[in-house]
């Protein structure tokens, strides 16, 4: 079974390239910023398309449902957004280890045809969002038998 991790040139997917990628600073930061936020600012989702549906799971641990929005845009665009708070910092906390990243993810993924955008279903359980959009019944085309008539 082969996987295709990159959506470099995935024609479905809407992400923004971002040319500081990689660096010390997040580029969608102010640059006196020293939280690394980027693991979960770019969110990685898992898309599949079975006989019945296309589903796209996201890991999202410690976002709670109304954290996420899930949206149908533009008519075939599927957007997945949402924000995991920074935890508050009380006066007398000293922090040792900081490594669990927060902030704003946002991603959008062009649907296929066979989208049924106007029932799209999405759950969030341990941590892992589900969106599931049904896909049209691909209708076979009817066969009909013809006689050969001869002489």
């Known amino acids: 079974m082969s996987i295709v991790r990159s959506n ?23 640059l006196s910023t ?7 600012v770019n969110a ?5 398309e079975t006989p019945e549906a296309h589903v796209f799971k996201a890991d999202l641990p410690g976002v709670k449902k109304e954290e996420v ?3 149908v845009e533009e008519g075939r665009v599927l957007k997945i957004s ?4 920074q935890e508050k ?5 000293k922090w040792h280890r900081v490594e669990r990243s927060s902030g704003k993810f946002l991603r959008r993924f062009r649907l296929p045809d066979n ?11 341990n941590g892992v969002l589900t969106v599931t959009v049904p896909k049209e019944e691909v209708k076979k085309p009817e066969v009909k038998a013809i006689e050969v008539s001869g002489a």
């Open 89 to 93: 910092e009380e006066k007398n906390d």
């Open 82 to 85: 949402g924000e995991r708070s």
């Open 115 to 125: 989208a049924k955008v106007d029932q799209v279903k999405a759950a969030i359980e």
């Open 34 to 40: 020293t939280n690394d936020t980027g693991a979960f």
């Open 8 to 30: 470099v040139f995935d024609p479905f997917s809407l992400d923004l390239w971002d040319p500081f990628q990689g660096f010390p600073f997040n580029s969608l930061r102010s």
């Open 69 to 71: 929005k899930v949206e």
């Open 44 to 48: 990685r989702i898992d898309w599949k």
